[in-house]
RNA sequence: GCGGCAUUGGCGGAAUUGGUAGACGCGCUAGACUUAGGAUCUAGUUCUCACGAGUGAAGGUUCGAGUCCUUUAUGCCGCACCA
């Protein structure tokens, strides 16, 4: 009987869904696994081919443990709040829930198509009230705590409130709204003036990891800079630990090494300089303490609070101007423009050390938000500074014995100290300590880290995100009651902002807050008393993504985010599959968000994700037919692409995208392509060959001629008429043929094109198996076909241990061709064939699984798990069975065996191989088999190979 | 500039503690069956007529190196006026 994977695939998924094979209990005496994949956002183009490749490799996984006899949790979701839904609502004015909704049941039919064991009833969306009420309980938790930076945890504010009040007279005698500026010093969320990245053509602000070299990530828009009132996570509080949890993970080293650069660590030194003919001194931020001496001038960045202390009046008109255009100036230009800029203050500072007067600077090439957004300038040994000094005429002092400064900077930290006082003939390194410890010891400073990592900008200026549970009071915001969430997104009639410059909020006619009677009212009934404006600002992407691998725990739970026992269940997630683009982003601000919670005791883990893999991207391969635009002609003729380069068309085509669904192997489908669009419907050819159909368009068919395309590997998109939507390949091939296909297409973690072109070679290989499970027989199995079995379970179960999903369809495919040769129709090596198969082609194993049973008594299907143990004929799938196996046969499947034997050193080679196969302990291997090879090495070392 | 990863046939890629390099698939070649082939089956396919050579290049360690070490080239990714 044919392979018919239409009906074997609708009627594997009709018995999971009636069964509810992929329900999944919270209560279990099985062991917990998490296995995870980072939730879509559900754009409108619908899954394209490239995104179910991690999903199929979790899949694999999750499956594999469930035969394992693991409790697998494995869910799906929806980060469902985001800006294209919200662009496409300003142009269209359909309301981005009613788009976002049609959007992800398309995923969801798109997805169940595939195949996946998801629980759906675990679904979560973001935008779901029922879901962001908990993003908003996480929020106010944040609001009302502070990092306390002796625990080293977030603790609860009112600690901090009972602190002041035991041991800080002042605060007692602070005004109420006095004591809420100062708290919001400390808050986990606080409200803050803070330079941010404005994008005025998205019309909000975006975090860092949302810009890219001056442009939004998403759009390519400019970014300026702003100063703005916004919310923002002290996510800095927890560098140290974002940075030391790195090592209790197991995560690829670079993704590790990225978040290590994004949070940015650098041991140094605070050091103060005095101000000639002032009190009080500055402070500055090192890692060259050991430069102290070759510091010929001092740079302030242009928003450094010191300037105004500085600027003595003859320079003020000088420094504005500079002020003024620097402010004026877009991330982009600044990035853009990097000649040398900067003015001069007017005032000294003193060298601690040379006692030298030393000009002050100020130039944005020091940036405010590091450090102390004050240098100390050692041109002799770094660049930047070599340049300031170069342009200013500024003294360079060589401090490290035969640097030659004259023509750049000597930034490497190596070499012997000269020029430099009490560190002469110190090597770097060692004067680096020394001056620290000086420094240390005489008060003129300390030793201090120093993170590059920013806190979070928490607020953007648009319409679908979780709104914010706040209001204002006396210019103060306050946080709803728990009780009072979630609060509602309200309706707006317009997504745009509102005519004085508010967020699309503003629009919103109920959004204040009655304080009194704890609920949302009219805006009209502002009354600044009992009734008070809400926060207008929603919540950014990352929000609802911090913790949603949480909530999959206890999705219906209503009392919290997620249940205590549950979490102590369940842990944290074992593995997470997910694209590197999240890197800076959503994986940092859930490490953090995760430590939070932690710190006050709602998880058990203070690591989210502990294995996690990187899967690549798949790209577009587009394919290209070659229009003629040489001599005489008539845009209407297309040459083959392997003729392009005949000096007859060379330099004489145009590259034109054709859709790559009407290309198989690069052979173009002439009549498919004529009726593409209007203008090649009398489209002509020059055929592979040379031949033509110029003077008789309408006869040629594919069957006769040959068109080859050429193509190229490009982004997946409409545009490029590379798409290759998955449901297409399921229609045609069937889900497993595309699950195994999309593993065989290369390793996991690397990025490929989308190359339909190997894709029969896989779908031909489950024809031939499924052929192999016609006629099954109850027979003893032979040594030769049990060796292939034993070799296959093994590969197989290296392979899913090690994510090396690719290299396992080659193992399948050996096997079935062995098998194939050797006529095999046994049920005791069909059957496991099939447990093998399972995680990977998961409908048609259950279908092989079937025709091995022979009668009609199935109690079990693969899926279930435990089931391979409940038929004790067939063993489970683990360990013992291969030890057991290789036992009971004579056969080993294929190894190494490697021990030593004694022989005299000057024996010839042919001699020691009748030793060794002679020997007792080598019989003992073989155990009657013949090795593959032998080896043998001088130090009597014996390699015996099966 | 700093850091990470990679480099193997015409192509995607195998080679798991160093042990027959090129598994498996695509493509290609020949043959079989066919009215036909974008179907199926069989055989072949790293390069070279051959001797031999061969995992980006050059060294090294080892009985033995795609795998380990050093230098170097190229490509990809991340960070980057971060003091």
Redesign the pocket.
């Known amino acids: 009987m044919d392979y018919n994977f239409h009906e074997i695939e609708k009627q594997a998924q009709e018995r999971w869904e009636k069964a509810q094979a992929y329900k999944v209990n919270n209560q279990s005496d099985k062991k917990p696994f998490y296995v995870l994949d980072m939730f879509p956002y559900p754009s409108g183009a619908g899954l394209h081919v490239g995104h179910p490749l991690g999903y199929i490799a979790s899949d694999i996984y999750s499956r594999y443990k469930r035969l394992q006899g693991f409790n697998v949790l494995h869910p799906m979701g929806f980060d469902s709040y985001g800006l294209p839904a919200e662009q496409y609502a300003i142009q269209t004015g359909q309301h981005p829930e009613i788009t976002t909704e049609q959007n992800i049941a398309r995923y969801i039919s798109q997805l169940k198509k595939i195949g996946f064991c998801y629980d759906w009833d675990r679904q979560v969306k973001t935008c779901d009230p029922a879901f962001y009420h908990w993003t908003q309980w996480a929020f106010v938790q944040m609001f009302s705590s502070y990092y306390d930076t002796t625990l080293q945890k977030a603790q609860p504010i009112s600690k901090l409130i009972a602190k002041w009040e035991e041991t800080d007279p002042t605060w007692k005698t602070l005004t109420k709204k006095e004591q809420q500026e100062r708290l919001m010093n400390y808050r986990i969320a606080y409200l803050a003036d803070t330079k941010v990245n404005w994008c005025p053509k998205l019309g909000t602000v975006l975090a860092?990891?949302e810009v890219?070299?001056g442009l939004s990530v998403r759009g390519g828009y400019p970014v300026e800079q702003r100063v703005m009132r916004q919310w923002c996570l002290r996510i800095s509080a927890y560098a140290g630990r974002l940075l030391e949890g790195l090592d209790r993970i197991d995560w690829?080293?670079?993704?590790k090494?990225?978040?290590?650069?994004?949070i940015?660590r650098?041991e140094?030194?605070e050091m103060q300089f005095s101000i000639k003919g002032q009190d009080e001194p500055f402070t500055?931020?090192?890692?060259?303490?050991d430069?102290v001496y070759g510091v010929t001038f001092m740079?302030l960045?242009p928003e450094s609070e010191y300037v105004s202390r500085v600027v003595t009046d003859e320079h003020k008109s000088e420094v504005e101007a500079y002020l003024d255009m620097v402010k004026h100036r877009t991330e982009r230009e600044?990035?853009a423009?990097?000649?040398?800029?900067g003015v001069f203050t007017g005032s000294y500072a003193i060298n601690p050390l040379t006692k030298a007067e030393i000009p002050i600077y100020i130039?944005?090439?020091?940036?405010?938000?590091?450090?102390?957004?004050?240098?100390?300038?050692?041109p002799a040994h770094?660049?930047?500074?070599y340049?300031f000094a170069k342009h200013f005429n500024l003294p360079i002092i060589p401090l490290i014995e035969g640097a030659d400064v004259s023509e750049a900077s000597f930034?490497?930290k190596e070499g012997k100290m000269m020029n430099s006082g009490f560190l002469n003939g110190l090597e770097v390194k060692d004067a680096i300590a020394k001056m620290k410890e000086y420094v240390t010891n005489t008060g003129l400073g300390r030793v201090k880290v120093?993170?590059?990592l920013?806190d979070a900008i928490f607020s953007r200026q648009r319409y679908w995100g979780e709104p914010f549970p706040i209001y204002y009071k006396d210019g103060m915001p306050y946080t709803l009651p728990e009780t009072a969430l979630p609060l509602q997104l309200p309706e707006v009639d317009k997504f745009l902002p509102t005519e004085t410059g508010e967020p699309p909020l503003g629009n919103a006619d109920l959004w204040a807050w009655d304080e009194k009677n704890e609920k949302v009212v009219s805006k009209s009934l502002i009354d600044n008393k009992t009734i008070f404006p809400l926060e207008l600002c929603t919540m950014p992407g990352f929000a609802g993504s911090s913790a949603y691998y949480l909530r999959y725990m206890d999705n219906h739970n209503e009392k919290a985010l997620v249940d205590k026992q549950v979490n102590e269940y369940w842990q944290n997630v074992n593995l997470y599959i997910g694209g590197?683009?999240h890197?800076?982003g959503h994986l940092i601000y859930s490490r953090f968000w995760n430590k939070f919670l932690y710190d006050l005791g709602y998880i058990s883990k203070d690591e989210p994700f502990q294995k996690l893999i990187n899967q690549?991207m798949i790209q577009g391969r587009s394919n290209f037919v070659y229009r003629y635009i040489g001599e005489g002609a008539t845009g209407n003729l297309y040459i083959s692409f392997n003729l392009i380069d005949q000096p007859q068309y060379k330099g004489k085509v145009q590259p034109i995208h054709v859709n790559v669904n009407?290309v198989?192997?690069?052979?173009?489908?002439?009549?498919?392509f004529r009726a593409w669009m209007p203008e090649y419907k009398n489209a002509q050819f020059i055929y592979a060959d040379g031949s033509t159909d110029v003077d008789n368009p309408y006869i040629g068919?594919?069957?006769?001629k040959?068109y080859i395309c050429g193509w190229a590997v490009e982004k997946m998109s409409k545009s490029m008429f590379n798409v290759v939507n998955p449901d297409d390949v399921v229609e045609k091939y069937g889900a497993d043929t595309l699950r195994l296909y999309e593993m065989?297409?290369?390793?996991l973690?690397?990025?490929?094109?989308w190359?339909t072109?190997?894709?029969?070679?896989?779908?031909?290989?489950l024809?031939?198996l499924w052929n192999m499970y016609e006629n099954i027989v109850d027979e003893e199995p032979t040594a030769d076909e049990l060796r292939s079995l034993h070799k296959l379970i093994?590969?197989i179960t290296?392979?899913i241990e090690?994510f090396?999903f690719?290299?396992s369809?080659?193992?399948?495919?050996?096997a079935?061709?062995e098998l194939?040769?050797l006529k095999c129709n046994k049920k005791a090596i069909l059957a496991p064939i099939a447990i093998l198969m399972a995680p990977y082609a998961p409908h048609i194993a259950e279908a092989m699984w079937e025709r091995c049973h022979l009668s009609a008594q199935r109690s079990c299907s693969p899926q279930d798990g435990l089931s391979f143990v409940i038929d004790a004929e067939w063993p489970s799938w683990n360990e013992e069975y291969l030890v057991e196996a290789s036992q009971k046969y004579p056969v080993q499947f294929n190894?190494?065996?490697?021990f030593t034997i004694e022989v005299p050193k000057d024996m010839p080679k042919e001699e020691v191989e009748k030793v060794v196969l002679a020997n007792e302990q080598t019989a003992a291997v073989l155990n009657g088999a013949t090795p593959?090879?032998v080896?043998?090495?001088?130090?009597r070392?014996i390699?015996v190979?099966m």
């Open positions: 860092n990891d890219s070299e690829t080293e670079s993704l090494e990225t978040q290590r650069n994004w940015g650098s140094g030194t500055i931020f090192t890692t060259r303490a430069t740079v960045a600044r990035i423009d990097r000649r040398v800029s130039s944005d090439y020091v940036l405010s938000g590091y450090g102390t957004g004050a240098i100390m300038a050692v770094d660049s930047r500074d340049a930034d490497a120093n993170y590059r920013r590197t683009e890197a800076t690549g009407i198989h192997n690069d052979i173009l489908d002439i009549n498919a068919t594919a069957a006769e040959q065989f297409l290369g390793p973690e690397v990025s490929k094109p190359d072109n190997g894709i029969d070679g896989v779908h031909r290989f024809r031939k093994k590969k290296w392979d090690n090396s690719n290299t369809i080659p193992a399948f495919m050996i079935q061709n194939g040769t190894g190494k065996v490697r593959k090879r080896i043998v090495v001088p130090n070392i390699n190979v």
